[in-house]
């Protein structure tokens, strides 16, 4: 148990699979309440039944972040539960194609939708849960596209974007006491794009379990300063 994070209550978008899973059951194992957020009901279920078979607390919540209306039904769900919420990780992410002549309107749409405009509704629609909590701290996951653009227009504008949002989010919380920090993952082992799992080594793919212990450390930081933004890649993958 980490006595800093022990009954706080973190919402978890993106929880049911690859980084979203890990940070759920890694917060879940220092006595966090977690709340599980995702599409699919029945990885949802299991990602819940799995941490409280290990002890932990879980409330599953089916809801897709891009749909502005269900966002809304879940954050008043949420408030009902536990009225205030100290820990949001907006991890809910899709790829996209990787080029421009590839990209149909429908791709921009949905990746814009949940990459960018996901992080915005679920943060909106629990800014007051946020402020009811002593100091809350909301953790935004990008990826290195979010510094470096690349080849992707949707997935790179998306993550672009979200640093801006990151960078409003903070501005928005100082008279609240939350603060707000982005994170450019590189490549992590959750089989994105269909890559095989547990096949790489870890200096080339990093371990969603140990990127999870590291936001769990940057939740559980002293709530007098705050960590803008950090940069996280594969030992043989420095700046890329
Ligand atoms: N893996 C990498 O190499 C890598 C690198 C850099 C950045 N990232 C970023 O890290 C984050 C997590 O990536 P990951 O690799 O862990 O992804 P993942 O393994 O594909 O898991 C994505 C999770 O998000 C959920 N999700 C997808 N669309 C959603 C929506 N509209 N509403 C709610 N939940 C949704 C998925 O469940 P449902 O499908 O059931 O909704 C799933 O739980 C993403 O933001 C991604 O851009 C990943």
Same mark, same amino acid.
Request: net charge negative; proline share 5%.
């Given at each position: ?33 977690? +709340?599980?957020? @995702?599409?699919? /009901?029945?990885?949802? &279920?299991?990602? *819940?039944?799995? $941490?409280?078979? #290990? ?15 269900? +966002?809304?039904? @879940?954050?008043? /769900?949420?408030?009902? &539960?536990?009225? *205030?919420?100290? $820990?949001?990780? #907006? ?150």
């Amino acid at each position: 148990m980490d006595s800093n994070l022990t009954d706080k209550v973190a919402v978890i978008s993106g929880a049911s699979h690859g980084l979203g899973q890990a940070i759920a059951q890694d917060l879940a194992s220092r006595g966090v309440h977690v +709340v599980l957020i @995702a599409r699919g /009901e029945e990885r949802l &279920r299991q990602t *819940a039944d799995a $941490i409280r078979a #290990n002890g932990g607390a879980a409330n599953p919540i089916p809801c897709d972040v891009s749909d502005a209306a269900q +966002v809304q039904a @879940a954050a008043s /769900e949420i408030e009902r &539960r536990f009225s *205030a919420v100290d $820990i949001l990780i #907006n991890n809910a992410g899709i790829p996209a194609p990787r080029s421009f002549s590839e990209t149909q309107i429908s791709d921009w749409d949905s990746v814009i939708g949940v990459n960018l405009s996901g992080v915005f509704y679920l943060t909106r629609a629990l800014w007051d849960c946020l402020i009811r909590a002593d100091s809350a701290t909301v953790i935004n996951i990008s990826g290195t596209a979010g510094t470096r653009g690349g080849g992707s227009p949707a997935y790179g504008s998306a993550k672009f974007g979200l640093t801006g949002l990151n960078h409003a989010i903070a501005l928005a919380g100082v008279d609240h006491n939350i603060r707000s920090t982005i994170l450019y993952p590189g490549g992590m082992d959750t089989g994105w794009r269909g890559a095989p799992i547990g096949e790489m080594p870890r200096s080339e793919s990093m371990d969603p379990a140990e990127v999870a212990r590291f936001i769990a450390q940057l939740a559980a930081s002293p709530p007098e300063f705050v960590v803008n933004e950090a940069v996280l890649n594969p030992l043989n993958q420095p700046y890329m």
